[in-house]
T-cell receptor, first 112, second 110 residues
């Protein structure tokens, strides 16, 4: 069964600090992996997409990594801001890319 | 461009009342459609997904049902709401590996 597990479930950090969120998956055959940011009470919005051949991709202060051999991805947030407080969801697509498996998310809170 | 509409944005319903949440997609055909629930402080829980008209798969047993009467329309329903049905409901669609989410419906059952 395709699964996506994220850790930690929740995280509290101080403003300005860095943090790393983890995503492990057992989806096969792998097509791509996306990280989404979900603000409270809103729908998730895509941050990055990683395909099989990509190891690292950055989007501003967000950097995603992918290790297709170990089936792990991470999302690193640099110099965190209060506005980074949100739920971060890892989504992996299989086969031709049309079947998605969602992680349950990591709830990040950035405090002063 | 593709867009997804989900309504209503908020809903307060008494226990035992029926429920109907609607989601429609524009700008694409034959999308995969999903209904998720997110309880307070919890992650996304997949409720239903559909790969085509009339094709519904349920991920967890519950008091809810889903229907897809048209290619780009996905409806979440309940005959009698329970207090435990309260939560944030998200509709999503996907084509070629990318998921797009609606803005969600905050349901409070009182």
């Amino acid at each position: 069964k395709n699964q996506v597990e994220q850790s930690p479930q929740s995280l509290i950090i101080l403003e300005g600090k860095n943090c790393t969120l983890q995503c492990n998956y057992t989806v096969s055959p792998f097509s791509n992996l996306r990280w989404y940011k979900q603000d409270t009470g809103r729908g998730p919005v895509s941050l990055t997409i990683m395909t099989f051949s990509e190891n690292t991709k950055s989007n501003g202060r967000y950097t995603a990594t992918l290790d297709a051999d170990t089936k792990q991805s991470s999302l690193h947030i640099t110099a965190s801001q209060l506005s980074d407080s949100a739920s971060y969801i890892c989504v992996v697509s299989a086969g031709g890319g049309n079947k998605l498996t969602f992680g349950t998310g990591t709830q990040l809170k950035v405090e002063l | 461009s593709q867009t997804i509409h989900q309504w209503p944005a908020t809903l307060v319903q008494p226990v035992g009342s029926p429920l109907s949440l609607e989601c429609t997609v524009e700008g694409t055909s034959n999308p995969n459609l999903y209904w998720y629930r997110q309880a307070a402080g919890r992650g996304l829980q997949l409720l239903f997904y559909s790969v085509g008209i009339g094709q519904i798969s349920s991920e967890v047993p519950q008091n809810l049902s889903a229907s897809r009467p048209q290619d780009r329309q996905f409806i979440l329903s309940s005959k009698k709401l329970l207090l435990s049905d309260s939560g944030f409901y998200l509709c999503a669609w996907s084509v070629w590996g990318e998921a797009f989410f609606g803005q969600g419906t905050r349901l409070t059952v009182v």
